[in-house]
T-cell receptor
Framework: RKEVEQDPGPFNVPEGATVAFNCTYSNSASQSFFWYRQDCRKEPKLLMSVYSSGNEDGRFTAQLNRASQYISLLIRDSKLSDSATYLCVVRGQAGTALIFGKGTTLSVSS | DARVTQTPRDKVTEMGQEVTMRCQPILGHNTVFWYRQTMMQGLELLAYFRNRAPLDDSGMPKDRFSAEMPDATLATLKIQPSEPRDSAVYFC??????????????FGSGTRLTVV
């Protein structure tokens, strides 16, 4: 079983739509959680950290359920520029390696 | 913005040749990671260093891969001899190794390796 599992998609949505991505992780000792975004032929870039209380950054909302070992990302009012691959990421202690899911591809069309 | 710098950007080489990839981490970051990305496997950790000392290289094929940090401003990943299955994008990332908080790491733009 993979440590971090995501639905690969692709998710094809029109502009303005709301889309949600889910992710599960297997290591209950994981301490930090993130969503990264990766554009085609580019490096992964940190989108947002994910906190147990849930957190929001503009149109993006991330949630964590430690009991279920489940992470989600909600994108409201999708823009064309949101088209990318979204990577679910977990980590143990600070300074240890990030463990990546294989990513979920989002395509937003006009 | 501070950056992680990787060279070369692209590399095409013949099977059996030696390949060296270089990474300059962000100044002040003491933890450096090497990842490999393929369509099939996604992003996989190869090795990482803290304060130039290797902490984990269990993801790296030991017979042909080696990773070093000759100094705090340079990390290298070497493949010798290279094989077609090594074709992938190799990313370097760096971050502060201590402290609390939910900081992520910064990735370089990668080296796209093609072994023919």
């Amino acid at each position: 079983r993979k440590e971090v599992e995501q639905d690969p998609g692709p998710f094809n949505v029109p502009e303005g739509a709301t889309v949600a991505f889910n992710c599960t992780y297997s290591n209950s000792a994981s301490q930090s959680f993130f969503w990264y975004r990766q554009d085609c032929r580019k490096e992964p870039k940190l989108l947002m950290s994910v906190y147990s209380s849930g957190n929001e950054d503009g149109r993006f909302t991330a949630q964590l359920n430690r009991a279920s070992q489940y992470i989600s990302l909600l994108i409201r009012d999708s823009k064309l520029s949101d088209s990318a691959t979204y990577l679910c990421v977990v980590r143990g202690q600070a300074g240890t390696a990030l463990i990546f899911g294989k990513g979920t591809t989002l395509s937003v069309s006009s | 913005d501070a950056r992680v710098t990787q060279t070369p950007r692209d590399k095409v080489t013949e099977m059996g040749q030696e390949v060296t990839m270089r990474c300059q981490p962000i100044l002040g970051h003491n933890t450096v990671f090497w990842y490999r990305q393929t369509m099939m496997q996604g992003l996989e950790l190869l090795a990482y260093f803290r304060n130039r000392a290797p902490l984990d290289d269990s993801g790296m094929p030991k017979d042909r891969f080696s990773a070093e940090m000759p100094d705090a401003t340079l990390a290298t990943l070497k493949i010798q001899p290279s094989e077609p299955r090594d074709s992938a994008v190799y990313f370097c990332a760096s971050g502060p190794g201590q402290g609390g908080g939910h900081y992520g790491y910064t990735f370089g733009s990668g080296t796209r390796l093609t072994v023919v």
